[in-house]
């Protein structure tokens, strides 16, 4: 906007920019800041979702990432209690930055409890607006994931010579256990069941059957829905022992999600996950269980150059022959060419070809790389908790529940 000095000469004003998001390689991009103050590390990647932008900045595979969204409008419909993923929402297991095209606006839903900015403060989340994100997106899709700082400073003050430093210097997420960091501190119980409209979340009263879930990052959903169907959840650490474990007695064993480099974390999960195998008892894993479980039966991971997030991924189960969108969230992906006789690939990516899912033959054990608690679809891959479910019934000689009700 421009401006007249008592001399008649012109100055223009410019709006100086209170976020920057600066590339390993150089490359400040300035924006406007919101949410948390300071600055964070991590790796960019864009999710192409339009909605649940809640779940996603919750969801502890997130942790070490910094999320750009391809939808241009975030935020409009607030924030609130119910649709946090992490465990522990003290914790901020999740991602670590946010970067927006358009500014945030008032939340204008029944029930938002509170608007965008003002959760992202809590929840200790540097976020940036009013950039490009289509542009940022090619940049992803052409030279791959960057690391990067996101700072947010109100005066707009940066050391930007040091936030280069900082980006250059950062080693990126191979090689990096981040299970460790999310995962529960010690054993609980969970009880509550799906949602349901105008009434909420549900508990649990009277289980039939009791599955172990090994926390490498679990998201809510997934255990709401094992509870839906059933089964008293037992939520223990990342670094739980086989011992441990079969000492509980479950009836089947459940390997989360999660972030991070699954060769890392499997260096202590992997022999605890064979030891599980040499039981009968049946086995599922999604995302980075997924990817460990492949690991722990001879196979091997390696990282994407852009990697999947979103909710509108085509997904085929080899299976049944049917077609799913599903939710997807990671960085890494198993090598199906790795995999050793034995193990079947059931699920593909229709975008890429890449893994989707395994089963060991003759065997109770399956895993996936989506995420099908999310319902993108909206409940195209529920039936993968029903078909779990069923192998514990098979077992104890009970008849099968329908895998799509």
């Not at 052409?142 to 050391?159: Q, R, S």
């Not at 009277?206 to 509870?227: E, F, T």
């Not at 996950?273 to 091997?300: N, S």
């Not at 099908?372 to 409940?379: I, K, L, R, T």
């Amino acid at each position: 906007m421009a401006t007249m000095t008592a001399a008649s000469t012109p100055t223009w004003a410019t709006e100086k920019p209170t976020a920057l998001l600066v590339l390993a390689d150089g490359t400040v991009i300035e924006g406007r800041g919101l949410g948390a103050t300071g600055s964070a590390v991590a790796e960019v990647c864009f999710n192409t979702a339009l909605t649940g932008y809640q779940e996603i900045l919750t969801d502890p595979s997130y942790a070490g990432q910094i999320v750009t969204f391809t939808f241009p409008h975030i935020g409009n419909i607030g924030t609130n209690d119910e649709d946090i993923e992490d465990l522990n929402p003290v914790a901020r297991a999740g991602a670590v930055g946010a970067v927006f095209k358009a500014d945030v606006t008032n939340p204008s839903s029944y029930r938002a409890a509170s608007g965008l900015d003002q959760w992202l403060k809590k929840r200790g989340i540097v976020a940036l607006s009013g950039i490009d994100t289509r542009a940022l997106t090619a940049l992803i899709r052409e030279k791959g994931m960057p690391n990067a700082v996101i700072a947010h400073a109100p005066d707009g003050m940066f050391d930007i010579d040091e936030l280069k430093r900082r980006a250059a210097a950062w080693s990126g997420l191979i090689g990096l256990d981040l299970a460790k960091d999310v995962t529960s501190g010690q054993s609980s119980v969970w009880r509550e069941t799906p949602w349901v409209w105008d009434e909420g979340f549900g508990e649990q009263i009277d289980p039939s059957m009791h599955v172990v879930a090994i926390d490498y990052g679990v998201k809510r959903n997934i255990l709401r829905l094992l509870a839906g169907l059933g089964a008293k959840v037992t939520v223990v650490p990342a670094n739980t022992g086989a011992e441990e474990i079969l000492a509980m007695r479950p009836d089947g064993i459940f390997l989360s999600n999660g972030p991070g480099d699954p060769e890392a974390t499997g260096d202590y999960a992997v022999p605890v996950i064979r030891d599980l195998l040499k039981t009968d008892i049946p086995v599922f894993g999604i995302c980075l269980g997924h990817q460990m479980l492949a690991l722990a039966l001879g196979g091997k991971t390696a990282k994407m150059h852009q990697g999947h997030h979103g909710a509108n991924h085509p997904v085929k189960d080899h299976t049944t022959g049917k077609v799913e969108i599903v939710s997807m969230n990671h960085g890494f992906a198993v090598d199906a060419g790795s995999l050793p006789t034995g193990v079947e690939e059931t699920h593909v990516s229709l975008f890429d070809g890449s893994n989707c899912g395994i089963t060991l033959t003759g065997r109770p054990v399956f895993s996936v790389q989506h995420h099908p608690e999310a319902s993108p679809g909206p409940q195209d891959s529920h039936y993968l908790f029903r078909r779990f479910v069923n192998l514990i019934r098979e077992k104890r000689g009970e008849p099968a529940l329908a895998e799509r009700a």
